[in-house]
């Protein structure tokens, strides 16, 4: 399993996606969905793990309650009307500045 691998290397953090289909790049694999997700990061535990791919502003929440450390998103910006206002709304949710 790539979890394995990448553990066995010590990185400092986990990248888990694609998530949801992307149309920032082509992926030779199926998006693994929300409860797939949901599964490494009960595996993974307290390892920092980010989530990627296809995660627009309506997904971010869904995605964030799995439990995944953060988020990484690209069109959910740079194809938003406003980028600035897409880029707020995105850190509201990700609860930035709360700590």
Avoid: C, N
Avoid at 55 to 63: D, K, W
């Amino acid at each position: 399993m790539e979890i394995d691998i990448a553990l066995a290397a010590r990185p400092s953090y986990i990248a888990l996606g694609h998530v949801f289909p992307t149309q920032t790049k082509q992926m030779p694999s199926a998006p693994q969905g929300l409860e797939q997700l949901a599964r490494h990061i009960e595996r993974l535990g307290d390892y920092p793990t980010v989530a990627i791919g296809g995660i627009s502003l309506e997904r971010a929440s869904p995605v964030l309650e799995t439990g995944v450390g953060s988020i990484a998103v690209v069109s959910a910006i740079t194809r938003a009307e406003d980028w600035r206002e897409a880029t707020a709304q995105l850190l509201a949710i990700a609860g930035a500045g709360d700590e």
